[in-house]
T-cell receptor, first 113, second 118 residues
Framework: NAGVTQTPKFQVLKTGQSMTLQCAQDMNHEYMSWYRQDPGMGLRLIHY???????DQGEVPNGYNVSRSTTEDFPLRLLSAAPSQTSVYFCASSYGPLNTEAFFGQGTRLTVV | AQSVAQPEDQVNVAEGNPLTVKCTYSVSGNPYLFWYVQYPNRGLQFLLK??????LVKGSYGFEAEFNKSQTSFHLKKPSALVSDSALYFCAVRDVGPGYSSASKIIFGSGTRLSIRP
């Protein structure tokens, strides 16, 4: 049982480049989210989804796009990378709202130079 | 809006001593509270949660947390610390704001680094 799988684990981008961070889960969870983790700031929500075809913005959505064409996959796209997007990105999924815990991927460490 | 606060950036404890990692929350309505742990270069792992019922919640690795409604706190505790407990700990709350999709959001505290010395 793989759980939540994120790829790649590490990535270096040049300013202005675009890329997609992949996230897949095999637990048939409806709820999926993307967070970024920066020192001293905890995890901040970028985008989230409550099911296939439904996405919404979180706390820090600017510069990122998402789509949810299937229950399993929730890719995060960086449109034009900026140094401020240097961070560790985590994808999470959960079975339902409120009383269920989230399962996290191992993270993607992104550096924008 | 829902929020959580972890007032301590770092907590240092000797092995074998009890530990407490503090968390306070602000929610409208009933709180749905969680603790997660993050080991170096890893994703977050679920430790325990409070939904309703008993104020003392038991979780993984011998951890427990006490829900205190009057003090709006959800402190993480362990009777006897291990060096292997050294990690980053996050308190979190589910967003119970209006709207179908809001409940999927988890709001995290800034994290507390727990260091256990031998």
């Amino acid at each position: 049982n793989a759980g939540v799988t994120q790829t790649p684990k590490f990535q270096v981008l040049k300013t202005g480049q675009s890329m997609t961070l992949q996230c897949a889960q095999d637990m048939n969870h409806e709820y999926m989210s993307w967070y970024r983790q920066d020192p001293g700031m905890g995890l901040r929500l970028i985008h989230y989804s409550v099911g296939a075809g439904i996405t919404d913005q979180g706390e820090v959505p600017n510069g990122y796009n998402v789509s949810r064409s299937t229950t399993e996959d929730f890719p995060l796209r960086l449109l034009s990378a900026a140094p401020s997007q240097t961070s560790v990105y985590f994808c999470a999924s959960s079975y339902g709202p409120l009383n269920t815990e989230a399962f996290f991927g191992q993270g993607t460490r992104l550096t924008v130079v | 809006a829902q929020s959580v606060a972890q007032p301590e950036d770092q907590v240092n404890v000797a092995e074998g001593n009890p530990l407490t990692v503090k968390c306070t929350y602000s929610v409208s309505g009933n709180p749905y509270l969680f603790w997660y742990v993050q080991y170096p270069n890893r994703g977050l792992q679920f430790l325990l949660k409070y939904i309703t019922g008993d104020n003392l919640v038991k979780g993984s690795y011998g951890f427990e947390a006490e829900f205190n409604k009057s003090q709006t706190s959800f402190h993480l505790k362990k009777p006897s610390a291990l060096v292997s407990d050294s990690a980053l700990y996050f308190c979190a709350v589910r967003d119970v704001g209006p709207g179908y999709s809001s409940a999927s959001k988890i709001i995290f505290g800034s994290g507390t680094r727990l260091s256990i010395r031998p």
